[in-house]
Every structure is written in C-alpha cells, then in structure tokens.
C-alpha cells in the first residue's frame, strides 16, 4: 500500500516545479495532498498520512 | 570503463554489507533516449551488486519491458527498485529510486539495501499496526538533490 520513491530533483525538474521544491529533502505525500520540507520524524509522518488518509 | 567507486569506498561498502542477512534483488530500469544519468546509474548499481553475493541485479528498459515498469510503478529513467529475492520468489516492499544515487543518496541506497536484507523496516509497532490498516495507497516521494 505504501510506496516511497527518491526523486533527484534536479534530473526531474518538470515533476520539482510541479511540487513547488524549493528547500529539500521535500517529501511531497500522494501528488501533493501534502508538501513537508525538511526531516520528518516517523510520528510526524504517519500523522501526515492520517490526515490525508482521512479525507 | 572507469570505475566509479574506489577501492576505498568498496572496502567500506563490505564492511557495511557484513550484517547482510537475506538476499536483495536490484531492478534497474532504463532508457535508450533523453536520458542523461542512465549509463552511470546502471554502471554504479553493478559496481555495488559486484560486492556482496547476497545482491543480484536485472537489467530492464523503461519502453522494452513496459508491463514490468507498470507493475513495479515504475515511471522514470533512470528508476531503480530494491526487492527481497527469496529463492525465485521477488517481494516488493516499495522501495524507489528515481534518478541516480549518487552524493547522500548513495548513503541512502546502501542502508536501503541493509534493510531489505534485514527484512525489517525499524519502524515502531504503532506504525506498522496503522500501516497495515491502509485501505487506499499512499505514495511517498522525496525530492532530494546529489549535493
């Protein structure tokens, strides 16, 4: 169910302009339902997917 | 052709591929046009598949093996997928990489690739009792630069 891809930016820039990257790591959650700049802690992670997940 | 890793770094990756526990199967999958990073890509992959005996690597292309991208969502080359390779049995544990590991990420592959090996994702109990509870699919990517 739950699929985590690198994406380098710069050899995927159309998809990095698309998501608005502009600091990474950027964690961008189900085509953009969410957008998290920085280093994400597990518990702020499954929150993120909770929220999203919830909809 | 040139190496890319140096012997120094080699002698590091087997150091840190010493606790490998089960065998990892490494998917590449390429492209023939319009893509800049593929030939490295594929060549930095065999050179580390070359160090342990419990990595294997297959070597696809993005166009030519299109049922096998679809399957494995595979929509970018160069993309990589870390599997665990049971006998001839492949378990997809989700695991992508879109564009070449290099700088951080090359940090980044290698701990994937002792993870998969360790069949344990090192997440919290919490975690995996609502992971498991999932009923649409969530995608994850994080954009990174090789810097």
Redesign the interface.
């Known amino acids: 169910?739950?699929?985590?891809?690198?994406?380098?930016?710069?050899?995927?820039q159309a998809?990095?302009n698309k998501?608005n990257?502009s600091g990474?790591?950027?964690?961008?959650?189900?085509?953009g339902a969410a957008n998290i700049t920085g280093a994400v802690p597990?518990s702020n992670?499954?929150a993120e997917?909770?929220r999203?997940?919830a909809k | 052709m040139a190496k890319l890793l140096t012997d120094d770094v080699v002698k590091q990756i087997e150091e840190a591929f010493a606790p490998m526990k089960e065998n990892v199967q490494v998917m590449f999958f390429g492209q023939k046009e319009d893509c800049q990073y593929c030939s490295d890509t594929q060549q930095l992959l065999e050179e580390v598949v070359d160090i342990s005996d419990k990595l294997s690597i297959e070597i696809y292309d993005l166009d030519d093996d299109a049922d096998l991208a679809e399957k494995f969502n595979v929509d970018k080359a160069p993309g990589t997928v870390l599997a665990a390779k049971d006998g001839d049995s492949i378990s997809d544990f989700g695991i992508r990489y879109a564009g070449i590991p290099s700088g951080h990420e090359f940090t980044s592959l290698i701990q994937d690739i002792l993870l998969v090996s360790g069949r344990d994702s090192g997440l919290a109990q919490e975690t995996r009792d609502f992971l498991k509870e999932l009923t649409e699919p969530v995608l994850l990517q994080v954009f990174v630069t090789p810097t």
Do not use: G
């Not at chain 1, 990474?24 to 085509?31: H, L, Y």
């Open positions: 169910m739950v699929q985590a891809e690198m994406v380098e930016a710069t050899e995927f998809l990095s998501y990257v990474v790591p950027q964690t961008t959650i189900n085509d597990e992670m499954i997917i909770k999203i997940t």
